[in-house]
């Protein structure tokens, strides 16, 4: 994968967040109109933002929909309503790789680091319902503003995958 660096090893902490979940084809497109919902969203609750946008992948469905969460952390849990929701990022061992490039080609980006991270002989913190692969921490940072910036110019996100205890760095 030509958009990635060498992957690494991170430790991270739980981080509470608020996010807005969607159903989508490819993610990076709704990402920046629903940022700028949450971060609307945190200024009518006069709450403001400890770091910046992401997108957590929870999972791709058969229809080839992936669902997903747009969120922002903050420094505090707060107290949800009927479309966004709050949790906490989990903490953990995390495979790093920054991607450079498209984000037409994060879902690539993605695939190549879960790649990676198998070849390594490490395992992804992750469950099973029926047939449906869940991931229990797979994010992308924005590191360029998803607001700000236009969908068909080159972008740095950070992936990041957790993973499983045992497997932790």
């Known amino acids: 994968m030509y958009y990635l660096n060498e992957p690494i090893i991170e430790q991270r902490s739980d981080q509470p967040y608020v996010g807005i979940a969607a159903r989508v084809s490819t993610g990076t497109e709704e990402a920046s109109e629903l940022a700028a919902e949450i971060l609307e969203w945190l200024r009518n609750h006069k709450e403001s933002a400890a770091g910046r946008p992401f997108i957590r992948f929870w999972c791709a469905e058969e229809d080839g929909q992936r669902l997903i969460e747009v969120g922002i952390p903050t420094e505090r849990l707060l107290r949800e309503d009927h479309r966004v929701v709050t949790g906490y990022l989990p903490g953990g061992a995390f495979v790093h790789a920054v991607h450079h490039g498209p984000p037409s080609e994060l879902w690539e980006s993605s695939e190549w680091l879960i790649d990676w991270i198998e070849k390594e002989g490490l395992a992804a913190a992750l469950r099973y319902e029926g047939e449906t692969k869940i991931w229990d921490g797979h994010f992308a940072f924005f590191v360029t503003d998803p607001i ?19 497997h932790a760095a």
Do not use: V
Request: net charge negative; proline share 0%.
């Open 148 to 166: 700000e910036k236009k969908m068909r110019d080159a972008w740095t996100l950070e992936l990041y995958i957790l993973l499983l205890g045992d």
